[in-house]
């Protein structure tokens, strides 16, 4: 099939691309590049041996969208095309509903117009909010604390709301928990810019010398060390989530929201020591206050995944930090 990939540069972007290519898919790939380079277009060739169709736009850019359907039959879209930095968007709110909603709402238009009424969204745990007990199940009730989150949730009604409209559409909202790793090639990863605000790139960080300490926000949650529990995934197995709810899309109408978790909850000072294990490196950190908007515990009921999509992850947290760890090391960070 021919996907649309919004913002296929990225970090869960770029590795869904090369599953899908690996998979005999034909992306094509469309990210305004604004945290992401297209750098990453030559690795992703020399993991398939394919380069992807790339178009550098902006999705609320319209007719330059109109122009990528007109120029490909497009048969389904992943759209991963948005900003997520939590804190980020509670300072420029404005830039983070306009880019994130009005972005998906033009997408949307035009696919509409295109006859393409098939979609997988990057929806994000955060929709669990803060007042549900683990693990987090897709029919709890949601809510958000921050505007990142808000668009998510707001996004999330928005489809759904289309598919009630026009029952030909399908729409899987996929809640992602924690995505960490790298490919195994060490090829693609995740590389922040900045000091990184998430755990696992700062961990990364400490251990190759480029930051001097972690701190650990709180030891003193209701968890079994005290530190906040996730449930960290690997994005090899996050990327090939998307491929199962892209058959899913295909196969059923209507929207449906799906957890991709691993069911697994991991605390700050185990991935720290599956860190130093997988690396032979020590990471320096030191206790400080928690991290304002945090919650204890964070992991996904995975029944619904394993039900609907027929997919679970494969990956283990060593598995994580060896191939983040790995990436790092491959590209000089
Ligand atoms: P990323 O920043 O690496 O990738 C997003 C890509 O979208 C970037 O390449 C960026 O340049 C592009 N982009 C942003 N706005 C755009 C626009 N208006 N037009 C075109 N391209 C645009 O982020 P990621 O970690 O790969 O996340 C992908 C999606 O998954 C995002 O929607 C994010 O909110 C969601 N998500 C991520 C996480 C996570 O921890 N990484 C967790 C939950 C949900
Ligand atoms: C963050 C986002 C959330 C998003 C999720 C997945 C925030 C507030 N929330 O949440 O919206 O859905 O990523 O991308 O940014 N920690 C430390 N020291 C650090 C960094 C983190 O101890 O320097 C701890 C945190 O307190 C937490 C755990 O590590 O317990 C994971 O933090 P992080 O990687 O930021 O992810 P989330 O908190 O799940």
């Known amino acids: 099939m021919k996907i649309l990939v919004t913002g296929g540069t990225g970090f869960i972007g770029s590795h869904t691309v090369v599953e899908l290519i690996e998979a005999g898919h034909e992306p094509i790939i469309v990210d305004n590049l604004s945290n992401s380079s297209d750098k990453v277009l030559d690795d992703i060739q020399t ?14 850019d ?50 509409r117009k295109a006859g393409c009424k098939t979609i997988v969204f990057s929806s994000s745990a955060t929709v669990y909010g803060m007042n549900n007990a683990v693990p987090f199940k897709e029919d709890m009730p949601t809510s958000c604390t921050n505007p990142y989150g808000w668009t998510k949730l707001m996004l ?20 992602y928990f924690n995505p960490i790793g790298a490919h195994e090639s060490g090829l693609i990863g995740e590389n922040p810019s900045g000091i990184p605000n ?29 530190t906040g529990v996730r449930d960290y995934i690997h994005v090899v197995d ?28 991991t605390s700050v000072l185990e991935l720290v020591t599956a860190f130093e ?27 619904k995944a394993e039900k609907l999509l027929g997919w679970s992850a494969k990956y283990g947290i060593e598995d994580m930090c060896r191939h983040g760890w790995a990436y790092m090391n491959k590209k000089n960070i």
């Open 47 to 60: 993991i398939t041996g394919k380069k992807p169709v790339f178009y550098k736009a902006d999705i609320r």
């Open 62 to 111: 319209k007719a330059a969208l109109e122009k990528i359907f007109k120029e490909n039959a497009v048969d389904a879209v992943i759209h991963f095309a948005g900003l997520k930095a939590v804190g980020e968007s509670v300072q420029i709110p404005l830039e983070y509903y306009h880019n994130n909603i009005t972005g998906t709402l033009i997408l949307c238009d035009v696919m």
């Open 156 to 175: 999330e009604q928005i489809l759904t709301d289309l598919c009630v409209s026009d029952p030909e559409w399908s729409v899987v909202l996929l809640r």
């Open 198 to 226: 998430n755990l696992f790139p700062y961990i990364a960080r400490v251990a190759a010398g480029i930051l001097p300490c972690l701190s650990v926000f709180g030891n003193d949650y209701d968890t079994p060390d005290g």
């Open 238 to 265: 996050l990327a090939q989530g998307h491929l199962k709810a892209l058959d899913y899309a295909v196969a059923n109408k209507g929207a449906e929201a799906i957890n991709l978790g691993t069911s697994r909850g």
């Open 277 to 303: 294990k997988a690396s032979g490196v020590k990471v320096n950190y030191k206790i400080a206050p928690r991290r304002p908007g945090d919650i204890a515990s964070c992991y996904a009921d995975t029944e």
